[in-house]
């Protein structure tokens, strides 16, 4: 192939976890490093009892939201269609691939019943032996096989594998990884309601759209010398194949919706960029070559190199994502964040007060979207509070430097002519020379006790400048007779 040609192949099977959304993000990254790449986006429901209404949406909003544009697939066409599975089933190619592999002795047609076939699992697996099914129907000629079909009887179709010799694959994370064939089982290609196997179909959709990268998890590691063995039956290429390593809860559990762990659109409603997301996303599991670590999309499409992708399973650590989601908010422009973080703002400010201020100080101290409003509930009800909070270790403060400080801060804060920053800053900063203190002996009390609040997203001066000088005098006013009583 002349161009490289990668895939996302998603189930419509409900939200979009965070291994399925890593396993987009690389094979994005591979289609783009190359100048004439394509990522194609195929959606694989041949398993219909799993589908969930609305599924299909969330792939193509997420994919949308992350900016991972498909140059094909199933919403915007493409030249190899169509990129359902399901429709794919009904203009019956899976089936004639089938038979051309049973032609090819890649495989035959199975009439045993499947009580059969379990019970054969069970006597092997009590021997500690891999199941391996024995299969008489695989010794039928196709003719004898193809008039009981004629006849009517039901059937599936199995893969036939060589008892004898090793088959092996390459793998870019793994490398060259051989095994006895005498340990692969013959799988169900085509099920008895004529639905293909995901192993089957993705192999098929796989060769007839030119996939030339692809990526999934560590989990088909064990599929992958069966997928040989059929390409090879064919006389077709094999792709590249990238098994990239699990996402992991903690040491010995993988992420799972079921138990409760985050996905992409839970992320996002707690507060996460999908920008930040995809970043963080991108280094499980694979490391950069260099020390950076913040990266754009953009910028991931050059420093992406499939060698670096580890072979141990990546422990998603929200602490972590937290960390990198912070500074995303903080490199915005203010612009840009006050138009982000305003409707957020405004579920907790309520007052006459200038909102994009509020944004500027919120931009330095909150790291995810969804902790803002918590943080800006002091403004419109200055809250009761405990005088406890004005004795800190670290400002060298109590109650009594606080209230010298409160009672100076009032003074000079109500010769302030002209309300604005700069000249509340003159003013209170005049003072910790002027009392012979430090500045956090002074500007630390004055946060408390005009937001009555042990921590607050900017300092006293960006505080006071925003609560306006009526308002700072009066909270001053209150705080200094608590601290007196």
């Known amino acids: 192939m002349s161009e490289i040609r990668s895939r996302f192949a998603p189930s419509p099977t409900g939200y979009m976890h965070i291994g399925n959304l890593r396993t987009a993000l690389y094979a994005w990254l591979i289609a783009r490093k190359d100048p004439n790449g394509k990522y194609i986006l195929r959606i694989e429901d041949t398993d219909q009892t ?49 038979k051309k592999l049973i032609h090819l ?14 019970a054969q699992r069970e006597i092997q697996t009590a021997r500690g032996e891999a199941f391996k099914f024995d299969d008489p129907c695989k010794y039928l000629s196709i003719e004898e096989a193809e008039a009981r079909v004629a006849a009517g009887e039901s059937f599936v179709i199995r893969q036939t594998i060589p008892s004898e010799g090793t088959t092996y694959f390459d793998d870019e ?27 089957f179909a993705n192999v098929i959709d796989d ?59 839970d992320l996002v409603a707690k507060g996460y960029l999908p920008g930040a997301i995809l970043n963080y996303i991108a280094l499980l599991g694979w490391s950069p070559e260099t020390n950076q670590e913040i990266y754009t999309l953009e910028e991931l499409i050059p420093a ?18 937290t960390s990198i989601n912070g500074i995303w908010l903080r490199n915005m422009s203010l612009d840009d964040y006050y138009e982000l973080v305003k409707p957020y703002i405004e579920k907790a400010v309520h007052g006459n007060f200038d909102l994009k201020k509020i944004a500027a100080v919120v ?52 010769a302030v002519a ?51 000088k009526e308002e700072t005098l009066r909270r001053l006013d209150l705080s200094i007779k608590q601290l007196e009583g």
Not at 395 to 408: D, F, G, H, T, V
Request: aromatic share 10%; with cysteine.
């Open 418 to 468: 002209e309300w604005n920053e700069t000249n509340v800053h003159d003013a209170l900063m005049a003072l910790p020379e002027k009392l012979q203190r430090k500045n956090g002996q002074v500007l630390f009390p004055v946060r408390v006790a005009i937001s009555g609040k042990q921590f607050t997203p900017g300092g006293a001066i960006e505080i006071a400048d925003i609560l306006g």
């Open 50 to 98: 799993r589908q969930v209404e609305g599924a299909e949406e969330i792939i193509y909003n997420t994919l949308k939201t992350c900016g991972l544009d498909h140059d094909e697939g199933p919403d915007i066409g493409g030249p190899v269609g169509p990129y359902v599975q399901s429709v794919r089933m009904h203009e019956g190619i899976y089936m004639e691939y089938a």
């Open 304 to 321: 992406f190199n499939v060698k670096h992708i580890g072979q141990s399973g990546a422990i998603f650590d929200i602490v972590k994502l």
């Open 207 to 265: 060769h007839l759209m030119g996939i030339t990268d692809v990526v999934r998890g560590m989990e088909y590691l064990s599929s992958a010398p069966k997928y040989n063995l059929i390409y090879q039956a064919y006389g077709w290429d094999i792709p590249r194949y990238i098994h990239c390593p699990p996402v992991m809860k903690d040491q010995t559990h993988k992420l799972s919706k079921r138990n409760g762990d985050a996905s992409f659109e």
């Open 173 to 199: 994370v793994f490398g060259r990884i051989t095994v006895e064939n005498s340990t692969l089982d013959e799988q169900v290609l085509i099920k008895s309601d004529g639905f293909p196997t995901y192993n």
């Open 363 to 414: 931009q330095q101290r909150a790291n995810t979207l969804s902790e803002i409003p918590e943080m800006l509930d002091f403004f419109d009800t200055f809250p009761a509070y405990s005088n406890e909070l004005f004795v800190n270790k670290k400002m060298k403060s109590n109650e009594e430097i606080s209230l010298e400080s409160l009672k100076a801060a009032r003074a000079a804060l109500e």
């Open 105 to 118: 002795g890649g495989a035959h047609y199975c009439f045993c019943n499947e009580d059969d076939v379990e």
